[in-house]
């Protein structure tokens, strides 16, 4: 008897958490893929996320830009996905990989979705950098069909803050996060100062209008799945703008 409340409990627990994480677990889900950014990825740069240099931000050439249905207007970005190439022997590789939402795909509405309008809405399309795209499908394929689901993201090293703008506008772009990836929520609190939300202005760059120079900076990041880390006092009161701090990581 006590055996089985154990096992009640335990199962009650773990479903719970998968609720909770709701990216962990998920099922797989059919979209497309395609690939962009010339064979050493250098188009990938940028991009909607904000994220710049994707490779000194140790992203790498594991990206993808994300379809309108995917992107969610941003909060998206630094989600991670699994994704194989299906239903196609032709022009499939066996195995996964894991990428990163580092960008948008527009929708191109001049054209219909199954010819060349492929990140219309309500398509699930992910647009691969070209050297991910080629572990899974043969360059000649051009579009596949893939499956994919949600899965934590791996990071080695803190939660990174580079922080940008002047007095008065303090723009905060927030990388390398782990976990679910896709922080939904940030607020910062200065030595001198409470706790403020801060607004996302576009991609995962964060806005204070705090007048926050001399201070030491702390940061609350919260993902999509609810979990929140806190970073104490990450930047130095003497920091500058243009400068990037390391805080603490999800676990």
Request: glycine content about 14%; some cysteine.
């Amino acid at each position: 008897m006590k055996m089985g409340l154990a096992a009640f409990f335990l199962a009650g627990i773990l479903s719970m958490m998968s609720l909770v994480n709701g990216y962990q677990g998920e099922g797989w889900i059919n979209a497309h893929a395609t690939f962009y950014g010339g064979g050493d990825a250098s188009g990938t740069m940028g991009g909607a996320c904000g994220y710049g240099n994707l490779y000194s931000q140790g992203y790498g050439t594991n990206t993808a830009a994300l379809s309108t249905a995917l992107f969610n207007n941003g909060l998206s970005c630094g989600s991670c996905y699994e994704i194989r190439c299906v239903n196609d022997p032709k022009w499939c590789l066996p195995g996964t990989i894991v990428v990163t939402a580092t960008n948008f795909c527009p929708p191109n509405n001049a054209l219909p979705n199954n010819a060349g309008g492929w990140c219309n809405p309500p398509q699930h399309h992910f647009d691969l950098s070209q050297p991910v795209f080629q572990h899974i499908a043969q360059y000649r394929a051009g579009i596949v069909s893939v499956a994919y689901r949600r899965v934590p993201c791996r990071r080695r090293g803190g939660i990174r803050f580079t922080i940008n703008g002047h007095s008065y506008f303090n723009l905060v772009l927030i990388t390398n996060v782990g976990g679910a990836g896709d922080v939904h929520a940030v607020a910062i609190k200065g030595s001198r100062t409470r706790w403020q939300s801060m607004s996302r202005n576009w991609g995962q760059n964060w806005q204070s209008n705090t007048y926050l120079n001399g201070q030491a900076l702390s940061f609350k990041v919260t993902t999509s799945d609810g979990r929140s880390v806190v970073s104490y006092n990450v930047a130095p009161a003497g920091w500058s703008f243009g400068q990037t701090f390391a805080g603490r990581q999800f676990r």
